[in-house]
């Protein structure tokens, strides 16, 4: 998704400080005085099938007996962050998920889409990595009990989800284990995309009425609608507003009335998310429906105040 740029990393200085240096997650007290461990940077896979890496980021001076606080990334690579937690004592883990890619839809097939990878997909990862975190703790030299998740913008929520979400889970995760961070760390975060990306059933139907009231019939041509009362489209966004063209001169409807109804087909937005992230699915991912009754860990959620999400 196209967003203005956030003033975000003028804030990350700040932010990692507290984190880094709190009793609760710093690790002063265990840097040890040994020489730094001779390969600082792994790779390895946290889950075979489908087959997801993760990159661990070792402090200078680490050891395998260490238990250190541990800083997951989800998605977002903004190297100074990650440098800032390292140097700190932090272990810090650059989680691969899901390649969700929505840029290339437009010029998918549907049936193509219908394959691809899809964000609940993601949310998956996210709590597979938490937990190949906390079964591996001894071996990364990270205390299992002190794992902060982080993200920016869409990977913020990613984090959250990894907290909150009780619908997605690995088939292969040994459940037994906790997929839950310690604390969550969430910089500019979208937390609800269903209000934000889909298009409610009554809204199209109503800019319809007012805009282009010979297609309200012809609707069920373009878009059906969930029993949650969001309309799903039918196809590519700028096929639709082509096959408005086909029909309306079929129909013999004016070509004003033709253009408004394209412009009314232009709430759905210009990657039709609604194709690969159903809205059963966003439904189960949205934070504002499936926020639990327990309580939140230690979270700390920025958004720059120019931030078109912050209202």
């Known amino acids: 998704m196209t967003r203005r740029r956030r003033p975000v990393r003028s804030i990350v200085a700040g932010l990692v400080t507290l984190i880094a240096t709190t009793s609760a997650f710093g690790d002063r007290d265990t840097l040890g005085t040994s020489e730094p461990a001779a390969i600082p940077t792994k790779t ?37 962050q990650r ?61 299992s009990k002190k794992i902060v998740a982080t993200g920016t913008s869409g990977s913020g929520d990613l984090a959250l989800q990894a907290s909150i979400n009780r619908s997605f889970e690995d088939a292969n995760d040994d459940q037994s284990i906790s997929p839950r961070p310690d604390a969550l760390v969430l910089y500019c975060s979208a937390f609800d995309g269903i209000d934000i990306w889909f298009v409610k059933s009554e809204t199209l139907l109503a800019r319809t009425i007012a805009e282009a009231p010979a297609f309200v019939t012809h609707l069920k041509d373009f878009a059906r609608s969930t029993p949650d009362r969001y309309s799903v489209p039918l196809d590519h966004r700028a096929e639709l507003i082509k096959q408005a063209v086909t029909l309306g001169k079929c129909e013999g409807i004016a070509a004003e009335e033709i253009a408004r109804f394209q412009k009314v087909l232009e709430l759905f937005n210009e990657r039709d998310w609604q194709l690969l992230h159903p809205v059963a699915d966003a439904l189960k991912m949205s934070a504002s429906r499936i926020l639990p009754k327990e309580p939140l860990p230690p979270t700390l959620i920025m958004h720059g105040d120019r931030d078109h999400l912050l209202k």
């Open 83 to 143: 440098e800032h937690f390292r140097r700190r004592g932090m272990v810090v883990v650059k989680a691969q998920t899901a390649p969700v890619n929505s840029g290339q839809l437009p010029k998918q097939s549907l049936e193509k889409i219908a394959s691809l990878p899809r964000p609940r997909q993601q949310v998956e990862d996210t709590k597979s990595t938490i937990r190949f975190l906390r079964a591996n703790a001894a071996t990364l030299g990270i205390d």
């Open 44 to 80: 390895m896979a946290y889950k075979a099938k489908p087959r997801r890496t993760l990159t661990v980021y070792y402090p200078d001076v680490w050891r395998r007996s260490d238990k250190r606080s541990a800083l997951v990334i989800f998605r977002c690579n903004i190297p100074v």
